[in-house]
T-cell receptor, first 113, second 119 residues
């Protein structure tokens, strides 16, 4: 049962434009969400996170938005750069429950120069 | 900081043999390490949670006698795939955690992964 879903397997964006990656979850008990970036043949690297007590968290060009009522989060990258081309995974977890992460299937972002 | 290494990065073995994969936290002590498995175009699936000095906790459906995990120190965890078969071919990734705050989960730092191919 896939509790975290990324329905868009791929996304192409022109350099300088905004990239929006979406993620949906089904378990209302999740209260912490993370985005990871992964290059081929490498492990995921942590990008940004958000707690359920917030609806927005920003770090440089990366902003994560959380809509708890819709069980939806999104990652905005602006402006997009060619080096952002990678697979992006969202993950959900519950604080103080052993740190088990539930990952989505990933969205492959291609930023076109 | 927070670098996690895995060795080997790829391995090819014959069916029936055992393969050991090492996961090391290079510049920090990890209280917990996790082992994941990723099939092509699928998400990372948690296999087991490993704490130093204690038995690993396996996720439902993961055979603990087949995937042996040893967490010998705060910087080293090993995964041994015993009597490997072609269906065990996959990308295995470990992560090590650094304690987060009271209102956060521990950040997981991932290793680069190990590609296992069983012939």
């Amino acid at each position: 049962d896939q509790q975290v879903k990324q329905n868009s397997p791929s996304l192409s964006v022109q350099e300088g434009r905004i990239s929006i990656l979406n993620c949906d979850y089904t378990n209302s008990m999740f209260d912490y969400f993370l985005w990871y970036k992964k290059y081929p043949a490498e492990g995921p690297t942590f990008l940004i996170s958000i707690s359920s007590i917030k609806d927005k968290n920003e770090d440089g060009r990366f902003t994560v938005f959380l809509n708890k009522s819709a069980k939806h989060l999104s990652l905005h990258i602006v402006p997009s750069q060619p080096g952002d081309s990678a697979v992006y995974f969202c993950a959900a977890s519950r604080v103080n429950t052993g740190n088990q992460f539930y990952f989505g299937t990933g969205t492959s972002l291609t930023v076109i120069p | 900081g927070a670098v996690v290494s895995q060795h080997p990065s790829w391995v090819i073995c014959k069916s029936g043999t055992s393969v050991k994969i090492e996961c090391r936290s290079l510049d920090f002590q990890a209280t917990t390490m996790f082992w994941y498995r990723q099939f092509p175009k699928q998400s990372l699936m948690l296999m087991a949670t490993s704490n130093e000095g204690s038995k690993a906790t396996y996720e439902q459906g993961v055979e603990k006698d087949k995937f042996l995990i040893n967490h010998a120190s705060l910087t080293l965890s090993t995964l041994t795939v015993t009597s490997a078969h072609p269906e065990d071919s996959s990308f295995y990734i470990c992560s090590a955690t650094v304690a987060g705050g009271p209102n956060a989960v521990d950040t997981q730092y991932f290793g680069p992964g190990t590609r296992l191919t069983v012939l």
